[in-house]
């Protein structure tokens, strides 16, 4: 049982380059989620999706994009990269909406020069 | 606005007692967490409480909720050297999105 699978594990970018970040969880969970986890100010929210078919804006979605390609994948598409978006992406799944026992991926780690 | 709040570092000697605090903005949480992030890896859930309890024991870890100060502890008791790792507080956005607000973490160092 894989749980979530992120890929890549490793990632630089140029400024003003795009690329997807994919996530995949086989638990059969409703909700997932994307973080971002920078020194100091723990996870902030991205974006998330309740369930298959819905996606909504987390705490910090500017230069973000997501698609909920089925149950089991949910992407973060980051269209033209930025400095400032340099740092660690975590996807997460749950089992239950309103009662939040996440699932996390080990993390994507961004590097924008 | 919503705001959790941790201290940043805890160093202990194995074997004695960690005590991680929290403080929280959001008093319409039904459930509080915590989380553990071992390095190199994701968070994992260690414990979490209902929000109408204001104790709960699992094995060595002891969570404590006090609702009129808005803070929760952890306690980890006997600690050994495998705890190192940054432990989360998180949650409940007053909308009840399933949104869960993180607290900065706070890393626990535990020295032989």
């Known amino acids: 049982n894989a749980g979530v699978t992120q890929t890549p594990k490793f990632q630089v970018l140029k400024t003003g380059q795009s690329m997807t970040l994919q996530c995949a969880q086989d638990m059969n969970h409703n909700s997932m989620y994307w973080y971002r986890q920078d020194p100091g100010m723990g996870l902030r929210l991205i974006y998330y999706?309740?369930?298959?078919?819905?996606?909504d804006k987390g705490e910090v979605p500017n230069g973000y994009n997501v698609s909920r390609l089925n149950k089991r994948e949910f992407s973060l598409r980051l269209e033209s990269a930025a400095p400032s978006q340099t740092s660690v992406y975590f996807c997460?799944?749950?089992?239950?909406?309103?009662?939040?026992?996440?699932?996390f991926g080990s993390g994507t780690q961004l590097s924008v020069l | 606005g919503e705001d959790v709040e941790q201290s940043l570092f805890l160093s202990v000697r194995e074997g004695d007692s960690s005590v991680i605090n929290c403080t929280y903005t959001?008093?319409?949480?039904?459930?509080l967490y915590w989380y553990k992030q071992e390095p190199g890896a994701g968070l994992q859930l260690l414990t979490y409480i209902f929000s109408n309890m204001d104790m709960k024991q699992d094995q060595r870890l002891t969570v404590l909720l006090n609702k009129k100060d808005k803070h929760l502890s952890l306690r980890i008791a006997d600690t050994q050297t495998g705890d190192s790792a940054i432990y989360f507080c998180?949650?409940?956005?007053?909308?009840?999105?399933?949104?869960?607000?993180f607290g900065q973490g706070t890393t626990l160092q535990v020295k032989p």
């Open positions: 999706s309740a369930s298959e078919g819905t996606t």
């Open positions: 998180a949650e409940h956005g007053s909308s009840n999105t399933g949104k869960l607000i």
């Open positions: 959001d008093s319409s949480s039904t459930y």
């Open positions: 997460a799944s749950n089992p239950q909406w309103g009662y939040e026992k996440l699932f």
